[in-house]
């Protein structure tokens, strides 16, 4: 099965970024994506059986038990890709607290020989594909309050025409 693991968001984190992507849909072309897929991936894992299943839930419990809420804000919007065909991201700002979290559920996993797309943790949201980015401003702009990402969930991801639907396979609560 195709996997990767994130932070959820918070309602009114998802309903505010879902507000902002509203606002774009009427300037930026693309597909937008529905606000019951926004995350912050962590790890990537690609597909993996359910021997890998088990020890990403291990690798999970053991990073996440020293762990409280992480705080969480907005920083802007970013791209990757062309202008002409990108993905339209919503950055998050790389807190210490942050980015400890996601480097420590990282090497958890490594420590169980889970493999995972190596990139750089970057946070971010993605809220459209396939955009062309407008050469003029993007004014008036309503970005999310902070919050605070209380939850690290395991997602299995299912691909079809349509696009990607997440299921929740193994979420932990962080309490610190």
């Known amino acids: 099965m195709r996997a990767f693991i994130a932070f959820e968001?918070?309602?009114?984190?998802?309903?505010?970024?879902?507000?902002?992507?509203?606002?774009?849909?009427a300037a930026v072309p693309g597909r937008f994506m529905p606000p019951e897929n926004y995350h912050v991936t962590i790890a990537f894992l690609g597909d993996i059986g359910e021997a890998d299943v088990r020890r990403a839930i291990d690798a999970l419990d053991e990073a996440c038990s020293d762990l409280g809420p992480i705080p969480c804000a907005a920083t802007g919007l970013g791209k990757f890709g062309r202008a002409s065909d990108a993905t339209l991201w919503l950055g998050i700002a790389q807190t210490p607290g942050l980015m400890e979290a996601a480097a420590c559920v990282?090497?958890?996993?490594?420590?169980?020989?889970l493999a995972f797309d190596a990139k750089p943790f970057m946070p971010h949201i993605t809220l459209a594909r396939r955009v062309r980015i407008p050469r003029t401003g993007l004014d008036g702009l309503v970005f999310p309050e902070p919050c605070e990402l209380a939850r690290i969930t395991l997602f299995k991801s299912t691909l079809d025409q349509t696009g990607a639907t997440y299921k929740a396979l193994y979420t932990v609560e962080l309490a610190g």
């Open 9 to 25: 968001l918070p309602q009114r984190f998802v309903d505010d970024a879902a507000r902002l992507a509203r606002q774009l849909s």
């Open 106 to 113: 990282r090497d958890r996993l490594r420590d169980r020989g």
